[in-house]
C-alpha cells in the first residue's frame, strides 16, 4: 500500500457526522440498491456500507451473511478503518492475505475475504464518515474502471446519507414550527387607519424586543426595528395593502436593542367602511428566524452535495435550483427559475420524466427510476421524485459514464460467452461426426446477433474449392432470403470483392457501406434482388486461417439501424475466426490420421479361416475419440491338423509402440501355435518367455481357444474347447439351448510380460455342436461409463437376447447395444459358430474342410 494521504476533517467532526448520519443510514433500500449494483457491476460476492464511529458499523449492504446490518466492529479488526486510514484515494487490494497491515484481520484470517476495493464516503462539510467496500472471496484484480465506477457510488452512498438525515432534520423542523403554532405562539396585530393605533399582542411584542412600558402603539414602533434595508420594503407592503383594501405578505429582519436580528413574517388584511376605504389592517405575525436559519442550511447542504436538486411547484414550474443541477442541466438559475419544465424540456414531454412526476403528485408517493434524455443533454439520469404539498422535489444522478460501463460489460460477456459457445459447439459438432458443414452452420447461429444481424460462414474443402456453408439472420423472415443468398453470391462476386480479397491477404477486411462496394456490383437478377432484400450497411469479413492455411472466411453484416462493428467486435470477431479455423485444420488432421490408423490397424488383422462346418466372423472398431492406432488384435486360422485356433489380445497402450509390440506378439503366437503338439496353456508360456528373451518390455493380456474333436465326438455332435487365459476378460460360450456361460477360472491368470515363470492353465469344456464362442477385448465392457463388471453382465444379456441371429448380426449387435454412444476404446472380437455336422454344410461357412483330428490328450 502506498503511503496514506490524511483526510480532512477533524476527528470530533467525523464522529459528530456519524452519529447524525447513523440512525437513518441502518437499512436504507437506497444503500442496499446501490450495494446490490457494486455487487452486479463489479462481479463481487458483496459490497458494504460501513460508517466509522467508536466502531465500525455495517449500515447496508448485499451478499452479506444474516445478521450482518447493524453489526459493529472494534477499530483494530476493522478493514473500514484501514480505508480510512490509507487517506482519501480508494484502496484496492487484490490479495488481501499477502497484504501486509490486513492480512492478519479477522475477514481475511477466516477466509470471507481475498480480495477489497474501499473508497472513503466524505459527506458535504468534509468530514469522513466510512467507506463503500466490495469484496470476493478469492483473490482477483482490481481494473482501473472498476476503481472508478466505486468511486462514482461511493459519491451516491454519500449523497443518500446526507439526504436520508437532512430529511430527518427537516422533519423534525416542521414539527417544531407546527408546536409552535399549536402553543399559540403567533403574534397578532390590529392598526387602525383612522386614530393610527397599532394594537399588539403580547407574543408580538415580546418578538419585537418591547414590553408593554416601552412599546407606545404606533407604526412608528414597528419601524423603528425594522431592518434599515427592509424598511422600505416593508412599508411599500404595508401602503399597497392600504391603497388596494388587499392582503399584506412580507417578511422582514427586526433589529433587537441587543444588536440581534430576527426574522419575522407579518400577512395581513386591509378593512375597508362602506365607501370602500381602508380603515384598519388587522393580521399575524410570527419569528421565523430559525426557519431562515434551517432553510439556509438546507440551501448549504443541497448547494454543496454532488447530486443535482431542483423544486417544482405545483404548476411545475422551476422554484428552486442548485448548483450541480445547474451543470447538469445546461442552464443558469436565472434560465430556470419561473419556467415551466415542459416548455424548458420539451423532450421530457411524453417519456419516462413526464410519466413518473406526474405519476408521483397523483398518488403522493416517491418515484425513483432511471431514463435517458436526448441531445442537448444526451445522458442517462437516475431520479428520485418526491413529492410534497408544494409541488415535487427531485434529487438527480447522471449515470451516463455508469450506463456505458454497464452496457461495455454486459457486451464484453455476451462476446467473451459467444467465444466460449463457439468453441463449445465446434468441439461437440466435430468430435460427434456430424461433420464441417453441420459445425460451421451451428457458428452462424451463434454469431448472431452479439456481433451482426446477419452471417454467412464460408469453407475451402480440400480439394481447394470454396463454398458458402452456413448462414444465419436475427429475424427469422429474411433467414430464407440470407440462405438464397449465400447459395448464389460466390459466383457473382467481382474478383476484387472484400471476401475474395480478404482470403487472398490473409487480412480482416471492414466495409462501411456495402451496397456500395458489393450491391452495385452484382449483375440483375436473383441474386442482386435477394441482396437489396436483406440491405445490409456495413460488414466484417475475416479470413479463417491456421497453420498457413486458408480454409474459409467470416462474413458478418449489420443493418442500417445498427452501429458499424467497433474494434471490440472486429478482436473478437478475428478470435472466433482463428479459433474456427484451428478446429477445422485440427478436425482434418485428426481424420487423416484416424484413416491412416485404422487402415494400418486393419492391415495387421487378417481374414480369417471358415472351415467346414464352422463359421468365423471377426469385427474391429477404432474408437471414436482418438486417432492413435492401438494394441487390440484378433487371431483365427488351421493347425497342420484342422484343429481351428481363435485368439483375442490386447496391448497395453494406444500408440505405434503398442501397435507394433502387436504386430510382433501376433507373428510370434501364430508361429509357436502353428504347431499341433502345444495347447493353448503351453502357447502362452512360450510366447511370455519370448517376451522375456528378446527384451520386448511389452506387457498384454491374450485369451486363446482351439476346436478340438474324436471321431466319436464327430459321431454324437459334440466338440472340446480347450483354452487358456492370461488376464484377458472372459470368453463367453453360447451354448445349442440358448444359455450363456463365462469361461472362468477360480483364481485369474497373470497377463502376459510379468513373470514368464507364471503357472498357466488349460481348461476343457464340451459343447453340444451348435454352440458359439465369443472372444472380446476389454474395450466393449469397460469404459469410463461402464464398470468391467457391469460391461460383462450386459454383454452377457445381449447376447442371450441375440441367440438366434445370425452370427455377423449378432457381433455387430452387441457392439451396437454396449456402446451405441460410441467406442471410447478400440474393440477387437472374434467369434466361431460350430454349426451341426449331421446335414449338409451350411451356406455361411466358408470352403475349408477340417482333416479328422487325432486326440492329442
Avoid at 25 to 46: F, H, I, K, P, Y
Avoid at 213 to 231: G, K, Q, S, V
Amino acid at each position: 500500500m502506498t503511503a496514506p494521504e490524511p483526510l480532512a476533517g477533524s476527528l470530533e467532526g467525523r464522529l459528530a457526522a456519524v452519529r447524525r448520519l447513523e440512525s437513518t443510514a441502518l437499512g436504507s433500500r437506497a444503500l442496499q440498491r446501490l450495494t446490490g449494483l457494486v455487487v452486479r457491476l463489479l462481479d463481487a460476492d458483496a459490497a458494504s456500507v460501513s460508517l466509522l464511529g467508536d466502531v465500525e458499523t455495517v449500515v447496508g449492504g448485499d451478499g452479506l451473511p444474516s445478521g450482518s446490518l447493524g453489526r459493529q466492529v472494534p477499530l483494530d479488526e476493522s478493514l473500514c478503518a484501514v480505508v480510512l486510514d490509507h487517506g482519501p484515494e480508494p484502496l484496492a487490494v487484490p490479495d488481501a492475505r499477502r497484504q501486509s497491515g490486513v492480512a492478519g484481520l479477522p475477514p481475511i484470517v477466516d477466509g470471507r475475504v481475498g480480495a477489497f476495493l474501499g473508497v472513503p464516503l466524505v459527506v458535504f462539510d468534509g468530514s469522513p464518515v466510512g467507506a463503500l467496500m466490495a469484496w470476493s472471496r478469492e483473490p482477483r484484480p482490481w481494473t482501473d474502471s472498476e476503481i472508478a465506477l466505486v468511486r462514482q457510488l461511493a459519491d451516491s452512498v454519500a449523497t443518500e446519507l446526507e439526504l436520508s438525515a437532512l430529511g430527518r432534520e427537516l422533519e423534525a423542523h416542521r414539527l417544531r414550527f407546527e408546536l409552535a403554532i399549536d402553543a399559540a405562539e403567533i403574534g397578532s396585530f390590529d392598526w387602525d387607519l383612522v386614530t393610527g393605533r397599532l394594537v399588539w399582542d403580547d407574543r408580538l411584542v415580546e418578538i419585537f424586543g418591547y414590553d408593554r412600558a416601552t412599546f407606545d402603539e404606533t407604526i412608528d414602533a414597528f419601524t423603528a426595528r425594522c431592518h434599515p434595508d427592509d424598511r422600505e420594503r416593508v412599508l411599500d407592503a404595508l401602503r399597497t395593502a392600504v391603497d388596494t383594501c388587499g392582503e399584506y405578505d412580507a417578511e422582514f429582519r427586526v433589529v433587537l436593542p441587543t444588536g440581534e436580528t430576527r426574522w419575522v413574517q407579518g400577512r395581513g388584511r386591509a378593512l375597508s367602511d362602506d365607501r370602500g376605504v381602508a380603515v384598519r389592517l388587522v393580521g399575524a405575525g410570527f419569528d421565523t428566524t430559525s426557519q431562515r436559519h434551517g432553510d439556509a442550511r438546507v440551501a448549504r447542504v443541497l448547494e454543496a452535495m454532488n447530486a443535482a436538486f431542483f423544486a417544482l411547484d405545483r404548476n411545475w414550474r422551476f422554484s428552486y435550483v442548485n448548483h450541480e443541477a445547474e451543470k447538469l442541466l445546461r442552464r443558469s438559475r436565472e434560465e430556470l427559475l419561473g419556467g415551466s419544465i415542459w416548455e424548458l424540456f420539451p423532450a421530457a414531454v411524453g417519456n419516462d420524466f413526464e410519466k413518473h412526476y406526474r405519476g408521483a403528485v397523483a398518488s403522493g408517493r416517491e418515484r425513483v427510476f432511471e431514463a435517458y434524455y436526448p441531445a442537448p443533454l444526451d445522458g442517462w439520469y437516475e431520479v428520485r421524485a418526491s413529492p410534497s404539498p408544494d409541488g415535487l422535489s427531485i434529487y438527480f444522478l447522471d449515470v451516463t459514464e455508469r450506463r456505458v460501463a454497464d452496457e461495455r460489460s454486459r457486451r464484453s460477456a455476451a462476446r467473451l460467452s459467444l467465444v466460449a459457445e463457439v468453441t463449445s459447439a465446434l468441439s461437440e459438432t466435430l468430435t460427434s461426426g456430424q461433420g464441417e458443414e453441420a459445425a460451421l452452420q451451428r457458428v452462424a447461429e451463434s454469431v448472431v446477433p452479439v456481433l451482426g444481424d446477419w452471417v454467412i460462414v464460408s469453407l475451402v474443402d480440400e480439394d481447394g474449392r470454396m463454398r458458402d456453408v452456413g448462414s444465419w439472420h436475427r429475424d427469422p423472415g429474411m433467414r430464407r432470403p440470407a440462405a438464397r443468398y449465400a447459395e448464389l453470391r460466390l459466383a457473382a462476386l467481382q474478383p476484387d470483392a472484400p471476401i475474395l480479397r480478404a482470403m487472398a491477404s490473409g487480412q480482416v477486411r471492414t466495409v462501411d457501406d456495402v451496397g456500395a462496394v458489393v450491391g452495385r456490383t452484382l449483375p440483375p437478377g436473383e441474386v442482386s434482388d435477394v441482396f437489396w432484400q436483406l440491405a445490409p450497411q456495413s460488414a466484417v469479413t475475416l479470413p479463417m486461417s491456421a497453420r498457413g492455411r486458408t480454409l474459409g472466411a467470416l462474413s458478418i453484416y449489420r443493418s442500417p439501424d445498427r452501429a458499424r462493428a467497433d474494434e471490440e467486435d472486429v478482436v473478437t470477431a478475428r478470435d472466433l475466426a482463428d479459433r474456427i479455423a484451428l478446429a477445422l485444420d485440427n478436425s482434418r488432421l485428426y481424420e487423416q490420421q484416424r484413416r491412416l490408423a485404422e487402415g494400418l490397424q486393419r492391415s495387421l488383422l487378417t481374414a480369417p479361416p471358415q472351415p467346414d462346418h464352422a463359421e468365423i466372423v471377426v469385427r474391429y472398431r477404432p474408437a471414436v475419440e482418438v486417432a492413435e492406432v492401438g494394441g487390440d488384435w484378433y487371431d483365427a486360422f488351421l493347425q497342420p491338423s484342422g484343429a481351428t485356433v481363435v485368439v483375442i489380445g490386447d496391448v497395453v497402450g494406444h500408440d505405434t509402440e503398442a501397435a507394433a509390440a502387436m504386430g510382433q506378439l501376433r507373428g510370434m503366437l501364430r508361429g509357436i501355435a502353428y504347431r499341433d503338439g502345444p495347447g493353448p496353456a503351453a502357447v502362452l508360456t512360450e510366447l511370455d518367455a519370448a517376451i522375456q528373451g528378446l527384451g520386448m518390455g511389452t506387457m498384454a493380456t491374450a485369451a486363446i481357444a482351439r476346436v478340438e474333436q474324436t471321431p466319436e465326438e464327430r459321431a454324437a455332435g459334440l466338440a472340446r474347447l480347450r483354452w487358456s487365459n492370461a488376464g484377458h476378460p472372459p470368453p463367453l460360450l453360447l451354448h445349442e439351448d440358448g444359455r450363456v456361460e463365462e469361461l472362468t477360472t477360480p483364481r485369474a491368470e497373470l497377463m502376459l510380460g510379468v513373470d514368464p515363470s507364471a503357472r498357466r492353465t488349460d481348461s476343457v469344456v464340451t459343447v453340444q455342436r451348435g454352440a458359439t464362442l465369443l472372444l472380446y477385448t476389454d474395450g466393449l465392457v469397460e469404459g469410463r461409463d461402464l464398470a468391467l463388471d457391469d460391461g460383462i453382465a450386459r454383454l452377457c444379456s445381449a447376447v442371450t437376447e441375440l441367440a438366434g441371429e445370425p452370427l455377423p448380426v449378432l457381433c455387430d449387435q452387441v457392439i451396437e447395444r454396449l456402446r451405441p454412444e460410441g467406442l471410447q476404446d478400440d474393440v477387437a472380437l472374434v467369434a466361431i459358430r460350430l454349426h451341426p455336422e449331421d446335414r449338409p454344410r451350411p451356406s455361411e461357412a466358408g470352403p475349408e474342410r477340417v482333416p479328422d483330428v487325432i486326440d492329442r490328450r
